[in-house]
């Protein structure tokens, strides 16, 4: 769907009759926003992180041209660095991460009753097939927190880490840090009451 909308407004970029900061605009606004619809619940692969810089590249070279090279006179096609010092702004790749962050925040917080929560909360029944398991959506934002660990997602890091290895955090009260200690107050729960129940009926079975 992306490309189509690249190719229909292909001309527009290539014409030297539109000023750059236009097809700038024009790519923000008409291409971008089709690419990235519903980024924020997908699980993404390495691969697929690299396709995507790979179609945000072929739009910006095809805006900003060709250079001629300094040394030889002759054009040459402009650097991926160049593109995106020219570009001035944040990459398709962590548009998607600033998405999926602010998305996995919004439905930590949500009610126990929304869908979004269950499917967030719940555990699918079954055995998994053999292999590698896929990258999962958990996974990309875990990955997505412990690469902001120098910004101001460091004390968030700190508590997913903290309530992974069993502890638990005082301002852990809102955000995907609060999923995850909640996460797994309900799992001791469910463990304790699984246990009482067992127990109990050991004493029913005892003569």
Same mark, same amino acid.
């Given at each position: 769907?992306?490309?189509?909308?690249?190719?229909?407004?292909?001309?527009?970029?290539?014409?030297?009759?539109?000023?750059?900061?236009?097809?700038?605009i024009i790519y923000k606004t008409v291409i971008l926003p089709v690419v990235l619809y519903g980024c924020e619940t997908w699980p993404l692969t390495l691969r697929e992180e690299q396709r995507l810089?790979?179609?945000?590249?072929? &739009? %910006?070279?095809?805006?900003?041209?060709? !250079? /001629?090279?300094?040394?030889?006179?002759?054009? @040459?096609?402009?650097? =991926?660095?160049?593109?995106?010092?020219?570009?001035?702004?944040?990459?398709?790749?962590?548009?998607?991460?600033?998405?999926?962050?602010?998305?996995?925040?919004?439905?930590?917080?949500?009610?126990?009753?929304?869908?979004?929560?269950? &499917? %967030?909360?719940?555990?699918?029944?079954? !055995? /998994?097939?053999?292999?590698?398991?896929?990258? @999962?959506?958990?996974? =990309?934002?875990?990955?997505?927190?412990?690469?902001?660990?120098?910004?101001?997602?460091?004390?968030?890091?700190?508590?997913?880490?903290?309530?992974?290895?069993?502890?638990?955090?005082?301002?852990?009260?809102?955000?995907?840090?609060?999923?995850?200690?909640?996460?797994?107050?309900? !799992?001791?729960?469910?463990?304790?009451?699984?246990?009482?129940?067992?127990?109990?009926?050991?004493?029913?079975?005892?003569?």
């Amino acid at each position: 769907m992306g490309n189509a909308y690249y190719y229909s407004v292909e001309k527009l970029l290539s014409s030297s009759l539109v000023s750059k900061n236009l097809k700038v605009i024009i790519y923000k606004t008409v291409i971008l926003p089709v690419v990235l619809y519903g980024c924020e619940t997908w699980p993404l692969t390495l691969r697929e992180e690299q396709r995507l810089r790979v179609f945000e590249n072929k &739009v %910006l070279r095809k805006i900003f041209g060709a !250079k /001629r090279d300094e040394v030889t006179g002759e054009w @040459r096609k402009l650097h =991926n660095a160049e593109l995106h010092a020219l570009y001035s702004s944040p990459d398709i790749i962590r548009k998607i991460k600033s998405r999926r962050l602010r998305w996995a925040g919004h439905v930590a917080r949500m009610g126990e009753c929304r869908n979004a929560y269950r &499917v %967030l909360v719940g555990r699918p029944e079954g !055995k /998994r097939t053999l292999g590698r398991p896929r990258r @999962r959506w958990e996974d =990309n934002i875990k990955m997505d927190l412990r690469e902001k660990r120098a910004k101001k997602a460091q004390p968030l890091v700190f508590t997913v880490e903290r309530a992974e290895a069993g502890g638990g955090n005082r301002d852990a009260t809102t955000g995907y840090g609060a999923y995850i200690v909640k996460k797994k107050k309900k !799992k001791k729960k469910k463990k304790k009451k699984k246990e009482e129940e067992e127990l109990k009926a050991r004493e029913q079975s005892c003569p």
